[in-house]
Each structure stands twice: as structure tokens, then as C-alpha cells.
């Protein structure tokens, strides 16, 4: 589908899942913000060079002022916002662990980025949305689901995402706000490729799918492309799963 002028806010794009999903985004015509605390560059110059629209914005989403610059330069460069996709948190780098071996320290920093930070960010953006309504999409995971041994911060964050959605579906609807979550699977991305740390789940994810080979982060576009644009305009409050079948209830 097309994103044809629909503002889009990408958190946490500057590599991996988020790369892609704004190059795609803006390949459908979308306006896209690249949005991470590392460099933008590469990802905004890729989107323009081939044609497309977007500007980079330096963002700490736990960081109130930075988001609310983010929200001013989006509204200024591209005249209203549409869309924010949710995607900045902390996976790649996880240390791998036993729960008893995980600090109280550790468990609040993830906490702290993947669902305060995702909370902020929501909250920056309703403002900027209400007049016209708009779309946010939570990425979560789908550990979820299963919930993997060693890396409990992390599926208790994921877990919280999708409560935040559908609670805050329900209070952003009057305003013609939808608020759905996505649940991929593990993904090889470059970003998680890079750090070796999930070398050995990616023999089993492939076998352990419907769908038996790898995902890759351009797996993700097109349930994010349908909940960014009018065609998903009745559906809010919603999670979608997307792994090629490992998981199927």
C-alpha cells in the first residue's frame, strides 16, 4: 500500500529493523524521520538519494525535551505528523544471562528505554495528532510468547509494551488515534548480526517456523506499511504477530 505525504516518525532507525522500515517507508512515498541517539546519516542519505524524503533528528526517547524537538522539527520540515513507529529500544546488545545473575541496574535500564522511553515518545507525539489522527505501531516481540530463558528484562519490557497499546488504544480512539503493536520474531538484522550475541538461536528459529528460513527486518514492512496507512483506519488496540509461523495461537 501507499504511504503517499503520511509523516512518519521512525525511532531507533539508524541501523537495523529501523533502517529498513524507513528506507521501505519512504520508497512508499511516506515522509520519514530518522530518529536515533546514533548517527542518522547513512540512513536519511540512502532515503534521498534514491529519491525520497527525510531528515535525521538526534533523540534520547527517554529524554522529554529531546523528544519534544524531534515533534517541532518533524511538524516544520514536513507540516504535521502521521505516524510514529515505535522502534527504539535495547536488544541487540543484551548480555544473555540467568535472571538470579541480571542487577537490579540492568533490569531498569532496559525497562527505563524499552517501555518508559516508548511511553514518552506517545505521549510526545498525541499533541501534534489529534487534530487529524494518526497512527502509532509499538514494536514488541515476540519472546513474548514463549518467554526465552536469560533474558527476562527483556520479555518483561516486551510484555509491558503490548499492555501499554491496548490500554492506550482505548484512551487515544475519541481522538482518532490507533495504536496497534507488532511481535517479530528474531530477526537478523545487521545490528544484532554484528554483535554475535544470538548466533546460536538462528539455526533453531529457522526450523522452529512454518515459514523455515530467516527473517530479515524487510520481513516487517509491510504489517507496519498496512498499520501506518488509512487501510488499517478501523483497526486499533491490536497485536500482530509476525515470525513465518513459530508461533500460531
Do not use: W
Request: contains cysteine; glycine residues 12%; proline residues 3%.
Amino acid at each position: 500500500m501507499q504511504l503517499e505525504g503520511r509523516t512518519t516518525i521512525i525511532t531507533g532507525a539508524a541501523r537495523g529493523i529501523g533502517a529498513e522500515l524507513a528506507t521501505g517507508m519512504a520508497a512508499r512515498g511516506a515522509n520519514v524521520v530518522v530518529a536515533d541517539v546514533q548517527d542518522t546519516a547513512a540512513t536519511v542519505d540512502k532515503i534521498n538519494d534514491a529519491g525520497g524524503k527525510a531528515i535525521g533528528a538526534h533523540v534520547d526517547i527517554t529524554d522529554n525535551q529531546q523528544l519534544s524537538d524531534l515533534v517541532a522539527a518533524t511538524t516544520d520540515a514536513f507540516g504535521g505528523l502521521d505516524v510514529l513507529v515505535n522502534n527504539a529500544g535495547i536488544f541487540a546488545d543484551l548480555e544473555l544471562k540467568p535472571f538470579m545473575q541480571t542487577s537490579e541496574d540492568e533490569f531498569d535500564k532496559i525497562m527505563t528505554v524499552n517501555v518508559r522511553g516508548m511511553f514518552q515518545a506517545c505521549k510526545a507525539v498525541v499533541p501534534a495528532m489529534q487534530a487529524n489522527g494518526g497512527s502509532i505501531v509499538n514494536v514488541s516481540s515476540g519472546t513474548f510468547f514463549y518467554g526465552p530463558p536469560g533474558m527476562l528484562a527483556y520479555v518483561t519490557s516486551k510484555a509491558a509494551v503490548i499492555g501499554m497499546t491496548r490500554s492506550m488504544s482505548r484512551e487515544l480512539g475519541a481522538m482518532g488515534i490507533r495504536v496497534n503493536a507488532i511481535a517479530p520474531g528474531f530477526t537478523e538484522s545487521d545490528s544484532v548480526l554484528a554483535t554475535g550475541n544470538f548466533d546460536r538461536a538462528r539455526e533453531p528459529s529457522k526450523a522452529e517456523r512454518s515459514i523455515s528460513r530467516a527473517m530479515l527486518p524487510e520481513d516487517l514492512l509491510g504489517a507496519v506499511s498496512f498499520l501506518s496507512s488509512e487501510d488499517s483506519g478501523f483497526i486499533t488496540g491490536q497485536l500482530f504477530n509476525i515470525d513465518g509461523g513459530k508461533v500460531t495461537y
